[in-house]
């Protein structure tokens, strides 16, 4: 569907290359401070888009503005009909006091039979059926990322939306969970949209990454992002010496604060392959 400050209409479901979701020269004003400014972005059926930034980015702010749980100040967001979103939160409450199942949570508000909760739970690599019946707030970090999977893949998603999904989860379970997420993408043929801080992980699982600090700094294939003079400001130079290099044309610069500088101020920085 297509929503705008303006009013709306819609634009037929997508094809396997098509967008599920986008927003076009989406700002968001709260008081008199900017959050986003100018913003585009989508996410196409079977892509992986990864939106990354620092604290106070405006990451949240764009989830909600695509979820449709914000409306832009200026710009349009466009969904297809019907689309069917899974969402993963970042952080959930688990209270020991109040022992809901694992098998309560993933039912609530929903009636899946056993062979789907099964075949979800396959899909999300718990392959111990028992985990159902264990309390929530006595699962592992890892376990409860893969539950939040299965809760969202438990809606059919057509796109799903993962936030940091490797909260909680220790170093050596973090590739095995982005190559789940690739796995499930292939497997339903959604398009994933998921907001991360791990970038040496992002970098090897992603098709598109979006590095956004309230405007897009950049995006691309990660090669390329992770060489602009944008991604380097905000992550340092030593994450970008670890990844590929890339020719790349960047047509702004910030200032200390990261403000975008006017195009008269800023400078034009080519990059060549290595």
Same mark, same amino acid.
């Given at each position: ?5 303006h ?6 479901a ?5 967008i599920?979701?986008q927003?076009?020269r ?28 620092l ?10 503005? &695509?979820?449709g749980?914000v409306?832009?100040h200026l ?10 979103i ?13 022992p809901?199942?694992v098998?309560r ?6 009636k899946?039979?056993?062979?789907k ?5 396959h899909?999300?690599? &718990?392959?111990?059926r028992?985990?159902?019946?264990h309390a ?7 376990e409860?990322?893969r539950? &939040? ?8 998603p057509?796109l ?13 379970s973090?590739s ?26 992002v970098?090897?699982a ?9 405007h ?5 294939h990660p090669?390329v ?9 905000l ?9 590929a ?18 195009p008269?101020?800023?400078t ?7």
């Amino acid at each position: 569907m297509f929503f705008s400050k303006h009013g709306g209409s819609a634009f037929s479901a997508p094809e396997q290359d098509e967008i599920l979701v986008q927003a076009c020269r989406v700002s968001v004003r709260l008081g008199r401070h900017d959050v986003l400014q100018d913003v585009d972005i989508a996410v196409r059926k079977g892509e992986i888009v990864t939106l990354i930034g620092l604290n106070g980015a405006g990451k949240s702010t764009l989830i909600r503005v &695509l979820l449709g749980i914000v409306r832009p100040h200026l710009g349009q967001v466009r969904r297809v009909p019907g689309l069917r979103i899974g969402y993963a939160p970042q952080h959930i409450q688990r209270d020991p006091i109040f022992p809901m199942t694992v098998r309560r949570f993933l039912t609530l508000g929903t009636k899946p039979s056993d062979r789907k909760l099964d075949s979800t739970l396959h899909d999300v690599g &718990l392959l111990d059926r028992g985990i159902l019946e264990h309390a929530l707030a006595e699962i592992s970090g890892g376990e409860m990322r893969r539950v &939040l999977l299965a809760r969202a893949l438990l809606r059919k998603p057509d796109l799903l939306v993962l936030d940091e999904p490797l909260a909680g989860v220790d170093i050596s379970s973090q590739s095995r969970l982005y190559r789940l997420i690739a796995n499930v993408r292939d497997v339903h043929g959604c398009g994933v949209l998921l907001v991360s801080h791990d970038l040496h992980i992002v970098m090897a699982a992603t098709d598109t990454v979006v590095c956004l600090n309230r405007h897009i700094c950049c995006t691309g294939h990660p090669q390329v992002v992770t060489r602009d003079p944008a991604f380097v400001a905000l992550f340092g130079a030593q994450i970008a010496f670890e990844r590929a290099v890339y020719q790349h044309h960047h047509d702004h610069r910030h200032d200390a604060l990261g403000e975008p500088m006017p195009p008269e101020t800023s400078t034009d920085h080519r990059h060549g392959t290595g």
